[in-house]
């Protein structure tokens, strides 16, 4: 005869049991880039998406009002999921899949002195990591803060231009909305290197030139033309941009193998007042660069990573 309470104490044994060896982890995102990333041994793929920012430090020789400054600058490149309709990062991408655009985002900071007072300057774009299908940045906001005020720049992507936005304590400058026939940003070719430095104008090109500079300068921010040459030195790769109008040269090291980190970088142009002006050259050399989840890493135990880059 069937022992009814024997098989209905086996058969919640075996459903436990079943349940037991089902993964436990959260479920994955349904972002197809992600299941790319898992499945793929790309060396772009593992190197950007570990959970992890590339953070690189760097001695700044910062020219200021016709003088070299002493200060230190900081690279820190992260992946993000990006809204494409309202640029901003997406805290949910599986909520809007459609709208999720995965990026390569650089926070680009300088600190130095002048004389008395300290300049704090911070640089963001949100560069799409497939530039075949998206091949201009969608954002770039620029900060700057110092003893006299503060300005803040933003550049936002539309259909057939970008939209500047300036707001700033000088009168002269005021608060301005302008728009900018759709081209190349130099902001954007700090990332483009590290994505694919193939993808860097060469020759003569239109190209609206770095909001850092434009805030340094005070200058219109504008459409510029320029000349762009990118040549192979040993394991090095030098990116020369060079504005006849402007009479500015930057130039840009970086290692010719992937993950293509960025050395150095030169900017030349007057600075100073007047008569006085001055041809210098500001200098960002590189010192020290960790991978590092720096969003977790926000307890006094962790000011050490600080000491390891160099900017205690």
């Known amino acids: ?164 936005q300036l707001f700033s304590y000088f009168e002269s400058e005021g608060d301005k909305t302008t728009r900018l026939e759709r081209t190349l940003l130099e902001d954007e070719l700090w990332s483009k290197i590290r994505i694919d430095p193939s993808s860097l104008p060469q020759g003569n090109i239109d190209i609206i030139p770095s909001t850092t500079y434009a805030r340094l300068k005070h200058i219109d921010f504008k459409n510029e033309k320029a000349t762009a040459s990118l040549k192979e030195k040993g394991e090095e790769m030098h990116f020369h941009l060079f504005y006849k109008n402007l009479d500015r040269k930057l130039s840009i090291v970086f290692e010719k193998a992937f993950p293509h980190q960025i050395i150095s970088w030169e900017e030349t142009y007057k600075s100073g007042f007047g008569s006085s002006a001055k041809t210098m050259t500001t200098k960002g050399m590189r010192k020290k660069s960790i991978l590092l989840d720096y969003w977790s890493r926000n307890g006094n135990e962790d000011a050490h990573y600080r000491k390891e880059l160099g900017l205690e």
């Open 1 to 164: 005869m069937i022992d009814i309470k024997k098989i209905l104490s086996l058969s919640l044994l075996l459903f436990l049991l079943s349940c037991g060896n089902q993964d436990s982890s959260p479920t994955p995102s349904k972002n197809p880039l992600a299941v790319q990333v898992k499945n793929s041994v790309d060396p772009f793929n593992e190197y950007w998406y570990q959970g992890k920012a590339e953070i690189t430090s760097y001695d700044l020789q910062q020219v200021r009002y016709g003088e070299m400054r002493e200060g230190s600058a900081v690279l820190v490149f992260v992946t993000e999921d990006f809204s494409k309709k309202n640029h901003v990062k997406l805290d949910n991408p599986s909520r809007h899949p459609k709208d999720a655009i995965p990026v390569l985002k650089l926070n680009m900071t300088r600190k130095f002195n002048t004389g008395i007072y300290p300049y704090s300057m911070m640089m963001s774009s949100f560069t799409p990591i497939d530039l075949k299908k998206n091949p201009s940045t969608l954002k770039v906001t620029n900060s700057s803060q110092e003893w006299c005020g503060h300005t803040f720049m933003q550049l936002n992507l539309g259909k057939y231009s970008y939209e500047s």
